[in-house]
């Protein structure tokens, strides 16, 4: 059943406390818990961040925000803490890499179908392609350095397959900013879903560019420099379908309602009882966080919070593989290119992303090299070898 957003006040804020045996919890299981437990964990950890940078950010231009923001903000740090705790040790800096691409393809895959905006759902479907052929590349990585075959993460979900190459992502600036939707006249979920995947996406880039100096394999930091430079593409993409013209108050009531949006669609499809309660605990919380943003908001711009979002959420995201929807955006839609907000068949690329993309790959493309002469099969190449 769905949640009225208006009707709900959630936990109170002064109820909202942790200790750190709490923060510092034990994490999901690599092999025995079902991948989307991750694939939500993973989200969920990106839709905090970037809240936390947008409040951070919000208080520097808005000195009678800063008390309310600094209480929110560190009730959500502290979310996000025991969120990105989940994800244990036993993963690999690779695998916990192959964790974001099924969420960048599963979770822009379910969104693209639910948009009710075509313009933005292409926008979701163009990027789809993209990341899944990160996905691709990085199982090659896999291979390579670690000798493990990617399916153990992605348990059969998504497919390991070339999408757009990744060689041919590499535009000019002016070709990833997009037209962005009107916040006066734009359906509520369309604001929620670019919410979503701009936090996804600039987790997914920040995440790259911590990770892959870590990396001694001269090909594997090369290929995590390569495709951080994609994600950071994918953020000027998302980010220019957000309107500009939104208050900063509007913003936050936006990013608060997406909160509660995410949670309740992890309660509704999460199968680990115990962090369900989580999802449970902390959609609690965000009804608190946004009960409190819609007194500012009245109080501060004195209008209605009903005027920016909807009386009752959306349906939940589907949590579940999209294999086939990705299959046919993969057929169909592989060689669109964009020329500033439009698509348009690769034919008609425009010659300045032809230019910075020759000189960007004239000593060699990473995602080229790390793939060569790379199909996957189930076992890696070693089960081949030992046949």
Known sequence: MSIK?????????????????????????????????????????????????????????????????????????????????????????????????????????????????????????????????????????????????????????????????????????????????????TFPVSKLNALTIFSGEYQTRDYYMNIGPTFSDPVARALYAEIASIEEQHVTQYGSIIDPNETWLEKWLLYEANEVYNYYSCVASETNPRIKAIWERFLDYEL???HIVTELFKKYERRDPAEVLPDALPDPIAFESQRDFVRQVLTEEINLRSVGPNYVDKSQESQKSKNYRDHMNSTGSPSEMVAEQYRWQPGTE????IA
């Open 5 to 185: 957003l208006f009707d709900n006040r959630g936990t109170p804020l002064d109820r909202q406390k942790f200790t750190w045996r709490e923060l510092a919890i034990k994490p999901l299981s690599k092999l025995d818990d079902d991948a989307f437990t991750r694939v939500r964990v993973i989200l969920m950890n990106g839709i905090e961040q970037q809240v936390n940078r947008f409040q951070h950010m919000c208080g520097q231009f808005n000195g009678q925000l800063r008390l309310p923001l600094a209480e929110i903000r560190r009730v959500e740090h502290h979310q996000q803490t025991m969120i990105n705790w989940l994800i244990g040790s036993d993963h690999s800096p690779l695998e916990t890499t192959i964790g974001y691409e099924q969420v960048a393809i599963e979770v822009t895959a379910a969104i693209a179908q639910q948009e009710p905006d075509e313009y933005l759902a292409q926008t979701y479907r163009y990027g789809l392609l993209e990341d899944f052929d990160h996905m691709y590349r990085y199982s090659a990585l896999m291979d390579r350095v670690e000798g493990k075959d990617a399916n153990n993460i992605l348990q059969s979900y998504t497919d390991i397959l070339p999408g757009r190459p990744t060689i041919d992502e590499h535009r000019a600036p002016e070709d990833d900013l997009r037209d962005h939707y009107d916040h006066k006249a």
């Open 288 to 290: 608190g966080h946004l």
């Open 382 to 385: 070693l089960s081949k070898k």
